[in-house]
Each structure stands twice: as C-alpha cells, then as structure tokens.
C-alpha cells in the first residue's frame, strides 16, 4: 500500500504561481511512476502530467506544457507540481497518482492504470 497526501492548493489570482506536494508513504515510493490528474467540476478527470521512477522522464498534457514542471524527491518520498502562469481553466481538483506496474522509463497518462491516489487538492485561478 502507498498513501499520498496532497497539499499547496489554493486561490490564485490569474498569472499566478502555485506549487503542490504530494506526501508518499508506507511501500518503497522510488519504484512508482508518479502522476498529477485535475478534475474539474462536470469534467472528466484528465491527465497533467508524469515522472517516471527511473530517468525522471517528464511528460505533460498540452495545455500545461511550458507553465507546469513535476519534479520528484525519492529520498523525501514526495512529488511536486510547479504551477506556474496560471489561468482560470485549470482550476479543478488535483490529484497525485502513483503506478506500480510502469518500468523505469515509462508512465500512462490514463487514470485506470494508476494503483493509488491521493484526496485531492482544490486550486482555483481567479480572473
């Protein structure tokens, strides 16, 4: 089992910066690929971004790529989301992930495949 505890999420005016945490503990966190999904009200939950465990590959979605950065700590057993140039659409929940089954290169970008996540963190941009 791993729980993840998120934090850092907040009211943020447009152009704005925020960074989450995503706590890890109980089994070893450095063999999960590690992912960051937001869900907004009346939306699907829909993929951010990943880390794998292995190269620290990053890989985004489309509309945050150039404004978010994830970056993981395995010493601290925590994964980090940097957001920044914020904009009223990313305001959602967001959630961290994490996948046991990926090898060290890879990650999925597909919530189904993700063993364990965390409860969430609300982040609303204001214009």
């Known amino acids: 089992q791993v729980q993840l505890v998120e934090s850092g999420g907040g009211l943020v005016q447009a152009g704005g910066s925020l960074r989450l945490s995503c706590a890890a503990s109980?089994?070893?966190?450095?063999?999960?690929?590690m992912g960051w999904f937001r869900q907004a009200p009346g939306k699907e939950r829909e993929f951010v971004g990943a880390?794998?465990?292995?190269?620290?590959?990053?890989a985004y979605a489309d509309s945050v790529k150039g404004r978010f950065t994830i970056s993981r700590d395995n010493a601290k057993n925590a994964v980090y989301l940097q957001m920044n140039s914020l904009k009223p659409e990313d305001t959602a929940v967001y959630y961290c992930?994490?996948?046991?089954?990926?090898?060290?290169?890879?990650?999925?970008?597909?919530?189904?495949?993700?063993?364990?996540w965390g409860q969430g963190t609300q982040v609303t941009v204001s214009s």
């Open positions: 992930a994490a996948d046991g089954t990926q090898s060290s290169r890879s990650y999925s970008r597909t919530p189904s495949d993700y063993n364990y």
């Open positions: 109980g089994r070893t966190f450095s063999g999960y690929a």
């Open positions: 880390i794998t465990w292995g190269l620290r590959s990053t």
